[in-house]
């Protein structure tokens, strides 16, 4: 009865190579959303959609495309991963946008050799 | 730019005392929010406090609101090791579908 989940929960991967993560939640919510967490652990919006539409797409490489293909789920797909990629992508899900309570995935670890 | 940034960056206590952590922001808000992540986890909603509120309590979390001073704080009364974990906070923008934007973070560990 996970809420947010997202696979895989790691990924290991070359330079140059195209990946996806996929997320589903099972919380009838109707917002989702990806964050990026760096070493540091600085959480940074990347994309949110709302009803299956983008809402917000902040300033972020085009190699990067989300995908939304019903309310419950929300992909991101890397073209050509580069070194600068490696982090901890988060999803989460939200009923009313971003102003409600957010409900996040456990993560995936990316790491670029 | 960063919304909210929260002080200090670390924070090592004894089981059984308080814990304060603190979150300024820039621009106006309609929400603040708290946010605990436990190591290898994702992030768990905490509390919401909204910006014509002064304080709010959720068992021991107590959460203060001073939207003249742009800054909230988080205090964690009678702490233990399980609380040991890193704290954010997140503010919100304009319109209900704005992006939520979260401070770097303070991380607290609880020495049993």
């Known amino acids: 009865d996970t809420a947010v989940s997202q696979t895989p929960k790691y990924l290991v991967t070359q330079m140059g190579n195209d990946k996806s993560i996929k997320c589903e939640q099972n919380?009838?919510?109707?917002?989702m959303y990806w964050y990026k967490q760096d070493s540091k652990k600085f959480l940074k919006i990347m994309f949110s959609?709302?009803?299956?539409?983008?809402?917000i797409n902040e300033t972020v490489p085009n190699r990067f495309s989300p995908k939304s293909p019903d309310k419950a789920h929300l992909n991101l797909h890397i073209n050509s991963l580069e070194l600068g990629d490696s982090a901890v992508y988060f999803c989460?899900?939200?009923?009313?946008?971003?102003?409600?309570?957010?409900?996040f995935g456990d993560g995936t670890r990316l790491s670029i050799l | 730019s960063q919304q909210g940034e929260e002080d200090p960056q670390a924070l090592s206590i004894q089981e059984g005392e308080n814990a304060t952590m603190n979150c300024s922001y820039k621009?106006?808000?309609?929400?603040l929010q708290w946010y605990r992540q436990n190591s290898g986890r994702g992030l768990v909603h905490l509390i919401l406090?909204?910006?014509?509120?002064r304080e709010k309590h959720s068992g021991r979390l107590r959460v203060t609101l001073d939207t003249s001073k742009k800054s909230s704080s988080l205090l964690i009364t009678a702490s233990r090791a399980a609380d040991t974990a890193s704290y954010f906070c997140?503010?919100?923008?304009?319109?209900?579908?704005?992006?939520?934007?979260f401070g770097p973070g303070t991380s607290l560990s609880v020495i049993p």
């Open positions: 989460a899900s939200s009923n009313g946008g971003g102003r409600k309570p957010q409900h």
């Open positions: 919380l009838g919510h109707d917002t």
């Open positions: 959609y709302n009803n299956k539409e983008l809402i």
């Open positions: 621009t106006s808000i309609n929400n």
């Open positions: 406090i909204r910006s014509n509120e």
């Open positions: 997140a503010t919100d923008g304009k319109t209900s579908y704005d992006k939520v934007i």
